[in-house]
């Protein structure tokens, strides 16, 4: 029999002669709305004071979560209005943190925040040019969020 969700991100597939298939299907789309270009408001082991504008936000879990994160580390928390939803990231996936303003990827299990290179100082021979050149490659990569400073 085949699986009855995709393979990265747990997404629910329609069946055939299924009823009701727009209850899977909205399912699906919340799951892609959280997922496609992923942002988390905080990484955060508590789950977070909820109001109106809390619908469709996501936390990212953090070790030692409790309540119904409980068990859940390093997945994405999503609130639909009246209950969560938890995706398991994908190897690679890349995910932004609001509260810092931080990228994070998802690689082996984990979740890795770009590395940080300080800006060019420095040294027995100045070049200004050679300088003023690797800062602007560095700011480049930082407003990509390929490094930090």
Do not use: Y
């Not at 009701?20 to 270009?37: F, G, P, W, Y």
């Not at 290179?117 to 407003?143: M, N, W």
């Amino acid at each position: 029999m085949p699986s009855l969700q995709t393979a990265r991100f747990d997404l629910p597939l329609l069946v055939t002669s299924q009823a009701q298939k727009e209850v899977t299907h909205n399912e699906a789309l919340v799951r892609i709305d959280a997922l496609l270009h992923a942002v988390a408001e905080d990484r955060i082991a508590a789950v977070p004071d909820l109001d109106d504008d809390s619908t469709g936000k996501c936390w990212l879990v953090g070790d030692g979560a409790t309540g119904e994160w409980s068990g859940k580390p390093g997945r994405l928390a999503i609130w639909v209005g009246s209950d969560w939803r938890f995706a398991r990231p994908a190897e690679g996936m890349r995910i932004r943190l609001n509260a810092t303003g931080t990228d994070l990827v998802h690689i082996d299990g984990n979740w890795i925040a770009a590395p940080a290179i300080p800006d060019p100082a420095g040294g027995p021979t100045v070049d200004a040019e050679a300088r003023q050149a690797i800062k602007r490659l560095l700011d480049h990569f930082r407003s990509l969020g390929h490094v930090t400073r």
